[in-house]
């Protein structure tokens, strides 16, 4: 007998349809998964089979063959365990085939039975609700991601046999809506807790209001670390899209924990330096979405940047410049969204004191240079805002804390973001001035001739190559837009300037 069962697979973050054909037939007990099957893909039958018995339902001792069709996109992951079970249940007789009409399933199974969440619940649920399944039967641990796609219809059950039962009985147990965490997490942690360090903090906070890119080079102890990750802290909630977009990523990437509820802070990843390749740009079998991808709508932070080789810094200049990362492999090219926010630090020198008045290096100028050269030209054109970070002196840590919380800052980046949504509202793609198109911001983004001829005299003078030219903009958009100017003045572009010519700031 012949049983049908309607599944979807994903490549990048788009799901695409897969059918999951289910033969039983007359023969030598034997089982063969056919239709361009990873080897997780093929582990099936040990769980199917597993789960089957252990639910109380009879296992055929005949020939079983499963086809996955379409046949020539490769098939990856566990989430096929849960149709082909029920798939072969139809095919014995122990399920009615009208049971399974018009639902779309996916599910990881355990040994004993139980369904286990998979990855890439989401876009399965963007692709049900596009083609109008009459339901998308998911994992619990998958409901919450999935239910971020309002319009798709959703069952759950927590073991086979409670699905089938249901499926007998001719109910779809349905999923129980949770809310959605909104706004900045609790634990934040406050930028007053950082001492002085005025430049480092108007940098971060120009980078969150426009979502620029931001170095921060100082020696040791001087509180990089400390003042990137209160950039969260400042920077304003997801919103409906970019949620969709982000846990779209983190559901493909397997980072969504079971049971807990997507959260609308933005994605702040912060990965060793000794990350490989396929970690930080994504890859592997499978493949993965990397670190560049995981930070989409959200923050890079390289800690300690120059230490990570330069090949691999030097992978991130595409995904830096389109927004999206193009992984080729032999079957099919893979893409995922990487439109994230780079927050580096670094020591200026080996020893760290290179440039400290009050402190002395002991690197040799060869040893300066060959440190500074880690970070290739292209890569460092990208940074748009080079900040330095100067040691802090000590009589000011003890005195009295006048520094200004995180909390009034975000009020400032927030109303910074609006204005730019207002003003790119019909520009489709673009959302911040980081993204705005540089021909566009020179017509349309309030550039004044002064503010022009300020950029291009400094232009020939820095030697800015025409993105740095297009950069420097768009930061200068970004601190009138700080200002609530609807008009650049000259001083925005001199500011934008500064934090451009590297080790200025
Ligand atoms: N400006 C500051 N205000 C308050 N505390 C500071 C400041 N700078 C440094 N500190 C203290 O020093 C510690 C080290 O700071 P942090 O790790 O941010 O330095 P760093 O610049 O990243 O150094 P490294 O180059 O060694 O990584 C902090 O945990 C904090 O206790
Ligand atoms: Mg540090
Ligand atoms: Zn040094």
């Not at 086979?160 to 999923?175: F, H, I, K, Q």
């Not at 950039?231 to 969709?244: K, S």
Request: contains cysteine.
């Amino acid at each position: 007998m012949l049983a049908a069962v309607r599944s979807a697979a994903v490549l990048g973050i788009e799901a695409y349809d897969v059918t999951v054909e289910v033969d039983v037939a007359a023969g030598l007990p034997a089982w063969t998964i056919v239709g361009l099957a990873s080897g997780a893909v093929k582990e099936a039958r040990e769980r199917v089979t597993a789960a089957i018995a252990n639910s109380g339902f009879a296992l055929p001792s005949r020939r079983v063959t499963v086809n996955l069709s379409p046949a020539d996109v490769r098939k990856d992951g566990t989430a096929f365990d849960l149709p082909i079970a029920l798939g072969l249940l139809s095919a014995t007789g122990q399920l009615d085939a009208a049971a399974l009409d018009g639902l779309l399933v996916a599910g990881e199974l355990g040994l004993d039975g139980s369904i286990r969440p998979i990855r890439g619940a989401l876009p399965l649920a963007r692709s049900a609700a596009r083609s109008g399944v009459r339901a998308l039967v998911l994992p619990e641990g998958n409901t919450a991601e999935a239910m971020l796609v309002t319009s798709a219809r959703l069952a759950t059950a927590p073991t086979l046999r409670a699905l089938v039962d249901a499926l007998r009985a001719g109910a779809l147990p349905p999923a129980v809506s949770p809310p959605v965490r909104s706004g900045t997490p609790p634990d934040a942690l406050d930028f007053a807790d950082v001492i002085g360090q005025p430049v480092a903090k108007r940098a971060l906070e120009i980078a969150a209001a426009g979502s620029h890119n931001v170095l921060l080079v100082g020696p040791p102890g001087a509180g990089k670390t400390m003042l990137a990750r209160r950039l969260p802290g400042i920077l304003p909630a997801l919103d409906e899209a970019a949620l969709l977009e982000v846990v779209a990523v983190h559901s493909v990437g397997g980072l969504l924990p079971p049971g807990t509820y997507p959260s609308r802070t933005p994605p702040f990843r912060a990965p060793h330096h000794t990350i490989s390749m396929a970690g930080l740009i994504g890859g592997g079998p499978g493949p993965r979405p990397g670190e560049v991808s995981l930070a989409h709508r959200g923050v890079l932070f390289l800690d300690e940047m120059l230490e990570l080789p330069r090949h691999v810094l030097d992978a991130m200049r595409q995904p830096l410049e389109d927004g999206r990362v193009v992984i080729a492999r032999a079957a099919q090219a893979v893409a995922y969204p990487a439109r994230f926010q780079l927050i580096g630090a670094c020591n200026p020198c080996p020893c760290g004191k290179s440039g400290d008045p009050n402190a002395i290096c002991s690197c040799s100028a060869a040893d300066i240079e060959r440190y500074g050269a880690r970070l290739s030209g292209p890569l460092a054109d990208r940074i748009d805002l080079h900040a330095h970070v100067g040691a802090v002196a000590l009589s000011a840590l003890g005195a009295v804390n006048t520094e200004e919380r995180s909390e009034s800052v975000r009020a400032r980046v927030e109303a910074a973001r609006e204005r730019q949504r207002a003003r790119y509202a019909s520009l489709t793609g673009t959302q911040t001035n980081a993204d705005v198109p540089g021909r566009w911001l020179l017509a349309h983004g309030g550039i004044t001739t002064s503010a022009r001829l300020v950029l291009e005299q400094a232009a020939d003078r820095l030697h800015l190559s025409a993105r740095g030219y297009h950069r420097a903009l768009r930061v200068a958009r970004t601190i009138a837009d700080l200002d609530g100017a609807d008009d650049v003045p000259d001083a925005a572009v001199a500011e934008a300037l500064r934090f451009r010519n590297r080790g200025a700031a």
